[in-house]
């Protein structure tokens, strides 16, 4: 099933006696058996839906995924990550519902749970709260295929690092001198405007431990073996560098990440997309300026506004810090009686805006993983984007484990 399938669905197994709703589809889910590639969703709500017809949020944890490497032109590549999803005939009209009403509705909130109710009433709870979670009943399986994560987002080119050769017709995409394989990296955006930011020899992997301020080895695979120090405590260092031209100094480069992979915290997902929600379809009443104004009246709705905000300020769950303390009788917080998530100090562990000290010039980014963050957990990866002035510019993708 779509993203949208967040917190909503949750809600939604309350409201089988709302209206049934049965919109003329536009769009059709992919039938079992088929390979499709690019397709989407709307572009509405907190993004365009992926795996349209996959049982499951969006391209669920239970698909399973493979990354290839495809020749383009004559020296690029072209990254794609095939999704195979199990799929039902409910999940593809729940789909259809939620994709037509949507498509119909941008700012809708009604058509998540009436599409809900209208599975569950066809198919029962019990499958539809399995669908929920990505899991079965199936009735076969769809290839889901994406060279980009939306309909409107630029096509990145990737290319061998220097020394290695490209394998065209070979998922591998690179080989190195000594014949094993190695990971390709960003090169460009094709269809970017010349007039940008552009950068060049970009270079990803961990950080020198000789107190050089440079990558050390190329490679998307960080070890998380916790042996750095960081303000937060044990950590593991790695990062990007590349050479750039046509930059403005004035504005600086802004890079935001996304998760996938780890433990499966199915709950801290959903927190995290209905944060999202709250954040990206404009917040609570009192911040839409309903009749308080957004001073006092609706208490309820100004907390989950503020909540909303801080759990969309973080990349994934992970990120998100969030703690409550009590007040004394002079309204000062009681730090030893406060939950939640420890605050840290020092710099993001991915940095979210970056200084450019010069029009062009060579830059070095640094970033790191706290050793406790990974204490035991599944190996995840973890994409940075980086835009400046708008304009997309460049793209990492680091696998920690």
């Not at 709250?278 to 609570?284: A, D, E, H, K």
Request: charge should be negative; glycine fraction near 14%.
């Amino acid at each position: 099933m779509n993203k949208q399938l967040s917190a909503a669905l949750v809600l939604g197994l309350a409201l089988i006696a709302a209206p049934a709703l049965n919109p003329t589809p536009a769009l059709a889910s992919a039938e079992p058996g088929t390979t499709v590639r690019n397709v989407f969703g709307p572009d509405v709500g907190l993004a365009a839906n992926r795996c349209r017809g996959a049982c499951g949020g969006g391209c669920p944890k239970s698909c399973s995924l493979e990354v290839s490497y495809e020749c383009a032109g004559s020296s690029q590549l072209l990254r794609v990550e095939s999704f195979a999803c199990g799929t039902h005939q409910g999940c593809r009209e729940h789909d259809d519902c939620l994709d037509a009403c949507l498509q119909d509705n941008p700012q809708s909130r009604d058509c998540q749970p009436q599409c809900d109710a209208q599975a569950m009433e066809k198919y029962g709870v019990g499958s539809s709260a399995s669908w929920l979670l990505g899991n079965g009943p199936y009735d076969g399986k769809t290839t889901f295929e994406y060279t980009r994560r939306s309909p409107t987002e630029p096509e990145p080119a990737y290319r061998c690092p220097a020394g290695a050769t490209r394998q065209c017709g070979d998922s591998t995409g690179c080989v190195a001198a000594d014949g094993n394989r190695v990971d390709p990296v960003f090169d460009s955006y094709p269809a970017a405007g010349a007039g940008g930011m552009q950068v060049s020899g970009l270079r990803t992997g961990p950080l020198c431990r000789d107190g050089a301020d440079r990558v050390c080895e190329q490679s998307a695979t960080i070890r998380l073996t916790g042996a750095d120090a960081c303000p937060g405590g044990r950590c593991t260092r790695f990062g990007m560098e590349f050479d750039y031209l046509n930059a403005d100094p004035s504005a600086p480069l802004e890079c935001a990440t996304s998760t996938r992979g780890g433990e499966d915290d199915f709950v801290g997902d959903l927190i995290k997309l209905g944060g999202d929600a709250l954040s990206t379809r404009g917040g609570s009443p009192a911040d839409k300026g309903g009749s308080s104004g957004g001073q006092g009246g609706d208490g309820m709705a100004q907390l989950l506004g503020m909540f909303g905000k801080v759990i969309a300020s973080g990349d994934s769950p992970e990120d998100v810090q969030v703690s409550m303390t009590p007040l004394d009788e002079n309204g000062n917080p009681i730090e030893s009686q406060r939950v939640g998530s420890e605050p840290s100090d020092g710099p993001a562990p991915i940095p979210r805006s970056i200084d450019l000290p010069a029009a062009s010039g060579h830059l070095v980014v640094p970033m790191y993983q706290l050793a406790a963050d990974t204490t035991g957990a599944a190996a995840k990866e973890r994409r940075v984007t980086c835009t400046h002035k708008g304009s997309p510019v460049l793209e990492a993708i680091f696998v920690l484990q």
